[in-house]
């Protein structure tokens, strides 16, 4: 576990002298550590928040595509350190949702198919109306996922590669907590994915009914 990491680093540090370039890594192992720590526990109080119906979940108009256009650009960066093309195209829909919870959900979708991708390889982010619902595509060209793996991914700490969510600081709750922030906003989240070649999360949200 992550505190079992910090503590034997630490007590690896104390049990004598060590040179500075020692002392750098040992630092390094336990910021990584105390990282996932971190993670690992904005997991649960999400998920405990999203579980509880007297938790507030504040509720207004908003364009989703001025959300998705804003994650787009936060994690463009990260794309680019990755050799990972961002290709959007977004419309307008106007939803009645919460930001804040939305926000996140999107984050982890769209940095999830970054971390996952290949090098050169692309995120097709799309945003449309269909009927009365907005529908939201992250489609990746990335490692895929097995057909086994897919009935079982947004159960909470279900990880379908334990060895590389350790490299990338995964929790296993990223995707539950999007199902979660998605259902309660009356929506829902499928998947598609053929290993090797890419994933696809499509999402749909109710479309504000006063402005269909």
């Not at 804003?70 to 195209?89: R, T, Y």
């Not at 991708?117 to 595509?137: C, M, Q, Y």
């Amino acid at each position: 576990t992550p505190l079992t990491v910090i503590r034997s680093a630490s007590e690896l540090a104390l049990s004598q002298p060590r040179s500075p370039e020692e002392y750098q890594e040992t630092i390094e192992v336990s910021l990584k550590a105390a990282e996932r720590m971190t993670n690992l526990v904005n997991g649960l109080l999400a998920l405990a928040r999203l579980d509880s119906s007297n938790a507030d979940f504040h509720l207004q108009q908003i364009n989703l595509s001025d959300l998705v256009g804003e994650s787009v650009s936060l994690l463009g960066a990260i794309a680019s350190e990755k050799q990972i093309s961002l290709v959007s195209d977004l419309h307008s829909v106007q939803i009645f949702g919460n930001p804040e919870s939305l926000s996140r959900m999107i984050d982890n979708l769209i940095n999830n198919a970054i971390i996952y991708n290949k090098p050169g390889g692309k995120v097709f982010i799309t945003l449309s109306r269909s009927d009365n619902k907005a529908v939201l595509e992250i489609k990746d060209t990335g490692v895929g996922i097995s057909e086994e793996h897919l009935p079982f991914i947004f159960e909470r700490f279900y990880r379908v590669d334990k060895a590389r969510s350790r490299l990338t600081g995964g929790s296993g709750l990223g995707l539950s907590i999007c199902k979660g922030v998605i259902e309660k906003h009356n929506g829902t989240i499928t998947v598609q994915s053929i290993l090797g070649e890419g994933t696809t999360f499509q999402i749909q949200l109710p479309i504000l009914k006063d402005l269909v």
